[in-house]
């Protein structure tokens, strides 16, 4: 058929290759996250109430000023169509729960949007993210 018809069907799956934190509030409510030092970051995913991803590692001591690529497995995300989001935590020890710093709700897969590698998530809160994404189909379209 001719060109007009490539129409790219919906992707089954996506797979977050990078995850970047670009924006975190410094203190909350005036206060420094940790006392003499900056917070030791992380994120979990989850989809609904659903945790279902976070990183391999944390970064300790994390400064507001810098941005911060988190080292990830493999992340797939099968139902692109849910409202998913990104907590990003402050860890504060082994018998302590962690602290939220912010989050941000995503919808991964949006057919207006297209399908971009890269994606935004900022919606003028504390907290922004920039994620970069493969799209995986099980069928080859067209
Ligand atoms: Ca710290
Ligand atoms: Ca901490």
């Not at 989001?85 to 297209?114: A, Q, V, W």
């Not at 590698?117 to 907290?127: N, R, S, W, Y």
């Amino acid at each position: 058929m001719g060109t007009y018809c490539e129409t790219r069907a919906i992707p089954d799956k996506m797979r977050i290759t990078s995850l970047t934190l670009t924006r975190f509030p410094v203190v909350k409510n005036d206060v420094t996250w940790d006392e003499f030092s900056g917070p030791d970051i992380f994120f979990r995913i989850y989809e609904g109430s659903r945790p279902v991803a976070q990183p391999l590692h944390l970064y300790e001591d994390a400064s507001a000023f810098n941005t911060y690529q988190f080292f990830i497995g493999l992340i797939e995300i099968e139902n692109i169509t849910n409202t998913f989001s990104i907590k990003l935590l402050d860890y504060d020890g082994r018998d302590t729960k962690e602290d939220l710093m912010g989050e941000i709700e995503f919808i991964p897969f949006n057919p207006e949007k297209g399908y971009p590698e890269t994606i935004i998530l900022d919606d003028d809160g504390p907290v922004a993210f920039e994620m970069t994404v493969e799209y995986i189909y099980h069928k080859k379209s067209m």
